[in-house]
């Protein structure tokens, strides 16, 4: 069974400092990594897509990926209120272009004023 | 319109009845999608089609049968449903193809909230 785990969080960060979320996976053969945010009532919509190990950086948010350790972050700096969420990671199952996307259950995130 | 749609919004049936669920997509995309989410459950993929034809059934009972006539759009049709599919239903799209080395970014739509009395 492909699985995708995500702390459910709620995390809870001051707004203004770095939000960290994590999430590992079990297929090592994936190849692509996708991080969701998803607003209560809402659907997800993307923020980041990674693909190779590293960093990849959009803005406020960087996404990170050690396929080694089976394991993708996201990084969200100068946390604002509107970044309360819940954010979901996404991974395709099997490698190449499958169509199937394997989600975690998504970490709630919580930015005070 | 733009993006991923999806009527009704909001739709409650009883568990006797039929009903239709609509996606289309307005981003020239070629593979469509459904998805299932629970409450305290991870989205789970339950159909896929990529150029009209369908490419994955995720063990989808036979209460729900998709029907995808055209690459813009995408529907479930459902009956006799039971109390536990109540969930939110989203579609959503991707550039399609087949081969690849990575999977394509999949676009949502807003989802139909359903509710199975």
């Known amino acids: 069974q492909k699985e995708v785990e995500q702390n459910s969080g709620p995390l809870s960060v001051p707004e203004g400092a770095i939000a960290s979320l994590n999430c590992t996976y079990s297929?090592?053969?994936?190849?692509?990594f996708f991080w969701y945010r998803q607003y209560s009532g809402k659907s997800p919509e993307l923020i980041m897509s990674?693909?190779?190990?590293g960093d990849k950086e959009d803005g406020r948010f960087t996404a990170q990926l050690n396929k080694a350790s089976q394991y993708v972050s996201l990084l969200i700096r100068d946390s604002q209120p509107s970044d309360s969420a819940t954010y979901l990671c996404?991974?395709?199952?099997?490698?190449?272009?499958?169509?199937?996307?394997?989600f975690g259950q998504g970490t709630t995130l919580q930015v005070k004023p | 319109e733009t993006g991923v749609t999806q009527t009704p919004r909001h739709l409650v049936m009883g568990m006797t009845n039929k009903k239709s669920l609509k996606c289309e997509q307005h981003?020239?995309?070629?593979?469509m999608y459904w998805y299932k989410q629970s409450a305290k459950k991870p989205l789970e993929l339950m159909f896929v089609?990529?150029?009209?034809?369908?490419?994955e059934n995720n063990s989808v009972p036979s209460r729900f049968s998709p029907e995808c006539p055209n690459s813009s759009h995408l529907f479930l049709h459902l009956h006799t449903l039971q109390p536990e599919d109540s969930a939110l239903y989203l579609c959503?799209?991707?550039?399609?193809?087949?081969?690849?080395?990575?999977?394509?970014?999949?676009?949502f739509g807003p989802g139909t909230r359903l509710l199975v009395l």
């Open positions: 990674i693909y190779s190990n």
């Open positions: 297929d090592r053969v994936s190849q692509s």
């Open positions: 981003l020239g995309h070629n593979a």
């Open positions: 089609y990529n150029f009209k034809e369908q490419t």
């Open positions: 959503a799209s991707s550039q399609g193809g087949s081969g690849g080395t990575y999977q394509e970014t999949q676009y």
């Open positions: 996404a991974v395709n199952g099997g490698s190449g272009n499958t169509g199937k996307l394997i």
